[in-house]
DNA sequence: ATGAAAGCGCTAACAT
DNA sequence: ATGTTAGCGCTTTCAT
């Protein structure tokens, strides 16, 4: 074992030229196939480096080329079911083609996210992806393009028309459950969807509108309900609705985690799913189907959410193209119990 | 707007520096509050770099500093319930300390993660979180240990007890919650545990037989099964011990993913549960509650995992004691209602 | 085909 | 209190 290996002092290129009598310059160039260097001595070289157990130093790559194939990835909680299946699309797609990604959780703060960007910039990542992000306002784009990098954002499209986003179709995916619900029999179609600020949610209403419309049923403000979206909120918004005795036959759900804590509410009560009353949501995470009641609901392409957004990305770190591109996948209806 | 922003060439200390007037060193002094310069000089540092829009190059701060503030984070799938908080608790753990983590996942490949390993390396990050990890052989101990930077296991321990691990006591949780089976009313308990070579699986092992024991149970092997931690894994071994026509009436699953294939299996054949079958399981996932049947089941502390296991991390890469630690985490008996 | 020199942006050591 | 020099490990130019 080499002094080097028992210092634990990592191989440079150096050590590799002392090694075989050659330039740190010459090393550079045959591990790195730029050729101007004869084969045999690049098999030479690459077997030294082999040898002597040699990792380059990519931190001073990344100094010298100004790029560090890292991406950064923005979300607000890589936690939920459906964030993390979007991370871990994500991850698969970069590391598929040689990049990293360093996560960053928000938890839905404003400032946070500001921070991760700062932090993120500073570590000079190569590009960066942000999962349903706060920054959504025209100075908040303003605040991004100062970076020079580019960025997608994903899941959640943004005010501005001239950034990249990758998002599902939320206009029409509301539209196919909700005409759903409509021809297998429900007229008067509560709707629980997500805060009022929300684009997604802004999309769902109007797809919820549309097909009341299109099937003749007249658009009851009344019937729909803005909340966070959480279990907690779902449950206590379903009670409250419930306690009220009021006539309810159908909730159409701004998410499935809203719709679990729906049904928590329902069931509660004694009532039967869907016999009493129909549930649907949005989402699809994973565990819709074995819920208390296996979830009706539209399923959001998360795996290509992620893939094709970090392919876009990626994309334009190579190509330096700044054309903004939106990429809007078409949402499922997944037809199951709870309706 | 000055022209090094027009062109989007980042601000660098000697910007600063002829801004002011000083020298690069004196603005780095100041900038990081090293002392040695006047307050009045650091304010007037400090104003040019907020004007100027500085943001320190961290990449070649790490490679003059040779640390990158930067863990590796490898986890088998971080898109699965219960990794996913485990990444969670470490990102905000790592990020409370200016930590950023590197997410790889390995899908369970023992060469993905070797080369994840190297390539997280390569990018000189200053310690290693292993979830989970297939590198459990002495050899691949050594293969870590050769990079010279502290590593931490988490969840899975090690065979070689000269490594750090966090886990939460698989001997006990197993323990309490067969023994809260037993003393329930069941018996004859099916164990449908982990792969046998899983180290969580043998721990889960003998505290199932631990308990049999002190409650004068005979251990019977033929009730013991060793299966993949999948949904359909669990329902296929559940459905093919239904359709045997043995008498089942309590399972135990070696995680809750197995748990819900059970439950699943049990369901279609339309026994009830827990009346005709008791399904527990283990690890709490964040949908336990909310299952066909809320599911009785231990509770592994992933956020004290992921927390613990990164303070341990953070803490070995500050004061380079390489002295190993073991933790052992506290597991929780969840009873719900499919017991 | 190979090497010397320069420099990416930063900071530590050593002047002054 | 401030500046000069050197160097982290790498690659790119420009020589030879």
């Not at 191989?11 to 330039?23: F, H, N, P, Q, R």
């Not at 991406?71 to 991370?87: E, K, L, P």
């Not at 100075?139 to 990758?166: C, H, K, M, Q, Y």
């Not at 769902?204 to 309900?225: H, S």
């Amino acid at each position: 074992m080499s002094d080097n290996r028992k210092t634990n002092k990592a191989i440079t290129l150096k050590d590799i030229a002392k090694e075989v009598g050659l330039s740190a310059t010459a090393v550079s160039k045959a591990l790195n196939d730029k050729g101007g260097i004869s084969e045999k001595t690049v098999a030479r070289v690459k077997e030294a480096a082999r040898k002597l157990n040699y990792t380059p130093n990519i931190v001073a790559k990344s100094l010298r080329l100004n790029r560090t194939k890292t991406i950064g990835v923005i979300v607000s909680d890589s936690s939920q079911s459906f964030f993390a299946g979007v991370v871990k699309a994500i991850e698969d797609t970069a590391a598929a083609q040689g990049y990293n990604i360093i996560l960053c959780n928000t938890d839905q703060s404003y400032e946070k996210e500001k921070k991760a960007v700062h932090v993120l910039i500073n570590k000079r990542i190569d590009g960066l992806l942000l999962a349903a992000s706060m920054l959504m306002k025209k100075a908040d784009i303003s605040f991004l393009n100062g970076f020079g990098i580019p960025f997608v954002f994903l899941i959640r499209r943004n005010e501005s028309e001239d950034t990249d986003f990758v998002i599902n179709d939320n206009v029409l995916g509301a539209y196919q459950i909700v005409s759903y619900l409509i021809k297998s029999g429900s007229r008067r179609i509560h709707f629980l969807n997500l805060y009022e600020e929300s684009p997604s949610g802004k999309d769902r209403l109007l797809g919820y509108q549309k097909a009341l419309k299109d099937n003749d049923i007249d658009f009851d403000p009344a019937l729909v309900r803005n909340i966070k979206p959480s279990i907690e909120d779902g449950y206590i918004e379903m009670r409250s609705l419930l306690d009220k005795g009021q006539e309810i036959t159908t909730v159409f759900c701004g998410c499935d985690i809203i719709g679990i804590g729906v049904m928590e509410a329902i069931l509660e009560k004694q009532l039967k799913i869907p016999e009493n009353v129909r549930v649907a949501a949005y989402d699809d995470i994973d565990f819709a189907a074995y819920l208390r009641v296996p979830l009706t609901t539209v399923r959001q392409p998360k795996d290509m959410i992620g893939c094709k957004g970090t392919e876009l990305l990626i994309n334009k770190i190579k190509s330096g193209n700044r054309e903004p591109q939106h990429l809007i996948l078409k949402p499922e209806l997944v037809i199951r119990q709870s309706t």
